[in-house]
């Protein structure tokens, strides 16, 4: 579980130690998160969006990663991954039976063109 800090005293020493400072801005409620990852602990520090930009430039912090700033992969949504499931499975087993009636009457026509060579 992270520890969350109530002052802007301790995340300035904790930041110190620090090996990632992270930024979670969110959208809804205008605040921010300042997330500080040591060895042993994630320490959070929450604080309005306007004051972000001036705390990081304050802290210490060997990596600052701002989350908001990355582009997230494009990922699809469940529903399209499942009709594509949905599609390559009726695409095998339609596949699969054709396939076994070709190789069965393939198999027919070798032996009915075998046994009208015996007879003549």
């Known amino acids: 579980m992270p520890i ?7 995340l300035e020493k904790i930041a110190q130690k620090g090996i990632e400072c992270r ?3 969110n959208k809804k409620d205008g605040k921010a998160k300042i ?5 042993k602990y994630l320490y959070t520090y929450i604080v309005d969006k306007d004051k972000v930009d001036e705390i990081l430039t304050k802290l210490n912090c ?4 701002d989350l908001d ?9 469940k529903k399209q991954k499942k009709e594509e499931k949905k599609e390559e499975t009726s695409e095998k087993t339609s596949e699969e039976p054709n396939q076994k009636q070709a190789e069965v009457q393939k198999e027919k026509l070798e032996s009915n063109q075998e046994s009208g060579n015996k007879e003549s």
Do not use: C
């Open 4 to 10: 969350q800090l109530q002052s802007l005293e301790e």
């Open 69 to 77: 700033k990355q582009k997230p992969k494009a990922e699809k949504p």
């Open 23 to 25: 930024v979670k801005r």
């Open 62 to 65: 060997k990596n600052v990663v």
């Open 35 to 39: 997330k500080v990852r040591t060895n």
